[in-house]
């Protein structure tokens, strides 16, 4: 028996063969979730997202930059908190006999402090056998000055809008004969306006 096929016929087979076959090649989808952190707050600054959680990496150091007591590594490391949309108090009528304060800033570093030098932060993991031994980490401000933990840094002045506080640290070895070991440490900071 042969097939008769006419022009409508192929035409329909033609048009199915190019439309998808039913549920086969549907659509499908995919997700996932977005978790949104943060806070409101009535303080005069807000910190920057990008200032929440700093991370410095130190680098390596030699064993041999730590052997005496006192010694420290030659270069700082570099880092900054940001504080954004800052409003500060309108000094323009400030006169002698009433003066306005400015808004200034203060910065508290708050950790673990070393054994040797309770100003510096102690570091290792935990005092495990990979710990260097007789290191720390000494924390500076943008002048240059020892920032103590637990101790405020020195005020500054605040500017309307953004402001970047700026501050540095130092593999230090308050009692020399450093060991080789991980030296990673973990400060948290609170800002403090006035």
Same mark, same amino acid.
Request: glycine fraction near 8%.
């Given at each position: 028996?042969?097939a008769?096929?006419? $022009?409508?016929?192929?035409?329909?087979?033609?048009?199915? @063969?190019l439309?998808?076959?039913g549920?086969? #090649?549907?659509a499908?989808?995919?997700?996932?979730?977005? +978790?949104f952190?943060?806070?409101?707050?009535?303080? &005069?600054?807000?910190?920057s997202?990008?200032? !929440?959680n700093?991370?410095?990496?130190?680098?390596?150091?030699?064993?041999?930059? #730590? @052997?005496?007591?006192?010694?420290?590594?030659s270069?700082?490391? /570099?880092?900054?908190?940001?504080?954004?949309?800052?409003?500060?108090?309108?000094t323009?009528?400030?006169?002698?006999? +009433?003066?306005? &304060? /400015?808004?200034?800033? @203060?910065?508290?570093f708050?950790? *673990?402090?070393?054994?040797?030098d /309770?100003?510096? #932060?102690?570091?290792?993991?935990?005092?495990?056998?990979?710990? !260097?031994?007789?290191?720390?980490i %000494?924390?500076?401000?943008?002048?240059?000055?020892?920032?103590?933990?637990?101790e405020?840094?020195?005020?500054?002045?605040? %500017? $309307?809008?953004?402001?970047?506080?700026?501050?540095? &640290?130092?593999?230090?070895?308050p009692?020399?004969? !450093? *060991?080789?070991?991980? /030296?990673?440490?973990?400060?948290?900071?609170?800002?403090?306006?006035?």
């Amino acid at each position: 028996m042969k097939a008769k096929f006419n $022009t409508k016929t192929l035409l329909a087979l033609s048009i199915a @063969a190019l439309l998808p076959a039913g549920s086969a #090649l549907a659509a499908t989808t995919s997700g996932g979730t977005v +978790n949104f952190s943060g806070k409101v707050v009535t303080s &005069a600054c807000a910190i920057s997202a990008g200032s !929440a959680n700093i991370d410095v990496d130190m680098g390596e150091v030699r064993t041999a930059t #730590l @052997a005496a007591a006192g010694s420290e590594a030659s270069t700082a490391k /570099a880092f900054s908190i940001v504080l954004e949309e800052c409003e500060i108090a309108d000094t323009s009528a400030s006169t002698e006999e +009433n003066p306005i &304060a /400015a808004t200034t800033v @203060a910065v508290t570093f708050t950790g *673990t402090p070393d054994s040797a030098d /309770a100003n510096s #932060l102690a570091v290792g993991s935990n005092g495990s056998a990979t710990s !260097a031994q007789h290191v720390a980490i %000494r924390l500076y401000d943008e002048q240059g000055n020892v920032v103590k933990l637990g101790e405020s840094a020195a005020a500054v002045p605040l %500017r $309307t809008g953004s402001n970047t506080l700026n501050f540095s &640290a130092k593999y230090y070895s308050p009692e020399g004969n !450093a *060991t080789a070991g991980d /030296a990673s440490a973990v400060a948290t900071y609170t800002v403090t306006y006035s």
